[in-house]
């Protein structure tokens, strides 16, 4: 049986990033830059006021007070997106909104609540700095100036700054198109009533969640019956739009274990027991002979418990993901915290034990504390914790006041 690091290794060997496409703006929201940008323009295009007041020559204004205001003819209203055609010139101002050209021979603006608001004649009631609020032409971004790296990821902060340049299609590394599909003849979907022997379907909706998460574009399929042809047809149909399939369930030793079967017929996927808990039971390959890989589209077979699910997903399939968008590092890294009472674990297998961290009263490290039990059914336990306490394979037990590895989950990266 090959270790957790063995295995993450083998997988992630196999996946290389997405090719690079043209995309709109509006969907590279994830993606990764192909390219470096550079700005062609200057931001602000142009010399702009950043308040609502009065674009003024600094020698009409000095000494300005409110008891000594100065008195000067408004000449022209400048809204933002107006050009003014005046010349500023001595005794008078124009009138101007934020984010407005300033007119040629201004040398300040002053607020509106630092005058009476004039729309003839204003008086100015105080002193400006020069070049008070005029927001000078390329104070942003400069024209030519390197702006985004490639490989940089892009939020909401980058994708406002591509907008404001002008940009709008550019090409990236897109966000993989992850297809999660649930089997298991005694899931039914949330909404219907639960008959005898059946339960609630939650794998497809908490994988699909994760894969968001990890930075997929992901569609939850929902769930197969345990039923070959059935299995068959709907992952087959899913190879055309997925870039990576997960399957939940259905890979043990169970007589109606269909997906291993089922795979064996359609493409080249690996079953083998992993040195882990939850999770042993694992399945990584390619199915369809035509996907980008030339060997097929990827596909990750994870075991039905929830727990086991999850932590698979975690372990193996999140950093797969990152793998796929092109994103490095693509493990979560492994941190350190005070475990804050006893704890045993079975040998021969790295524990994935949920935990609770929090940061320590002291300067210390974090501190840690397991919640719940080891089943891999314990979906509350999973839902109430923020991180996994892992326990190596040859760990057997970890005292209170020791350092345990946490691997901590969810939505931040
Ligand atoms: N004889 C053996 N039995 C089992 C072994 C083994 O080595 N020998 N391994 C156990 C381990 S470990 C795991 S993990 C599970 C893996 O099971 P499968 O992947 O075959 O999954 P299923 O049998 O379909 O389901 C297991 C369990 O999870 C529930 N489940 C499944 N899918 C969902 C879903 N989408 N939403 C909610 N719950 C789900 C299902 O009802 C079962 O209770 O096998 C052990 N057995
Ligand atoms: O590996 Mo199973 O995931 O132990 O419950
Ligand atoms: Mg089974």
């Not at 090959?2 to 496409?21: A, F, I, K, N």
């Not at 500023?88 to 101007?96: E, L, N, S, V």
Request: hydrophobic residues 40%; negative net charge.
């Amino acid at each position: 049986m090959r270790s957790v690091e063995e295995y993450l290794v083998h997988v992630l060997g196999q996946l290389t990033p997405m090719p690079v496409l043209d995309v709109p703006l509006t969907e590279a929201h994830g993606c990764l830059l192909a390219n470096d940008v550079h700005a062609p323009l200057d931001l602000p295009p142009w010399d702009n006021s950043a308040m609502d007041g009065y674009a003024v020559r600094m020698a009409d204004v000095t000494g300005a007070s409110p008891e000594f205001p100065a008195e000067l003819d408004v000449i022209d209203d400048i809204a933002a997106g107006a050009v003014s055609s005046r010349v500023i010139k001595p005794g008078t101002c124009a009138r101007i909104m934020t984010g407005a050209p300033i007119p040629e021979g201004a040398e300040a603006i002053v607020p509106v609540e630092q005058t009476d608001r004039g729309t003839t004649r204003v008086a100015i009631r105080a002193e400006p700095g020069e070049g008070q609020f005029i927001r000078v032409r390329g104070s942003d971004v400069a024209v030519g100036q390197a702006l985004l790296a490639a490989g940089t990821e892009l939020g909401s902060a980058q994708i406002g700054l591509l907008a404001a340049i002008g940009v709008a299609r550019v090409e990236v590394h897109p966000r993989p198109r992850v297809v999660v599909i649930s089997t298991g003849s005694e899931l039914v979907e949330a909404g219907n009533a639960l008959g005898p022997g059946q339960i609630y379907e939650s794998n497809s909706y908490m994988l699909a969640a994760a894969a968001r998460e990890a930075g997929a574009v992901a569609y939850r399929v929902g769930m197969v019956h345990d039923d070959e042809d059935a299995v068959l047809a709907t992952i087959e149909e899913q190879t055309t739009r997925a870039d990576l399939i997960i399957t939940s369930g259905g890979v043990s030793a169970g007589a109606y274990d269909v997906v291993k079967g089922v795979l064996s017929q359609l493409g080249t996927v690996d079953f083998e027991g992993i040195k882990m808990n939850p999770g042993k039971p694992q399945g990584f390959g390619f199915i369809g002979g035509d996907g980008r890989f030339g060997t097929g589209t990827p596909i990750f077979t994870l075991p039905g418990n929830p727990v086991s699910s999850y932590v698979s997903f975690e372990v193996f399939v999140r950093p797969a993901i990152r793998r796929l968008r092109g994103l490095t590092p693509e493990r979560r890294p492994m941190t350190q915290a005070t475990l804050t009472v006893d704890l045993t674990s079975p040998a021969g297998k790295t524990q994935f034990m949920r935990g609770w961290v929090v940061p320590s009263g002291a300067y210390g490290l974090p501190e840690v504390r397991p919640v719940g039990g080891p089943g891999s059914h314990l979906l509350a336990g999973l839902a109430q914790s923020n991180c996994f306490i892992v326990v190596p394979e040859d760990v057997t037990e970890v005292k209170a006041g020791e350092q345990v590895n946490i691997l901590r989950f969810g939505a931040p990266a």
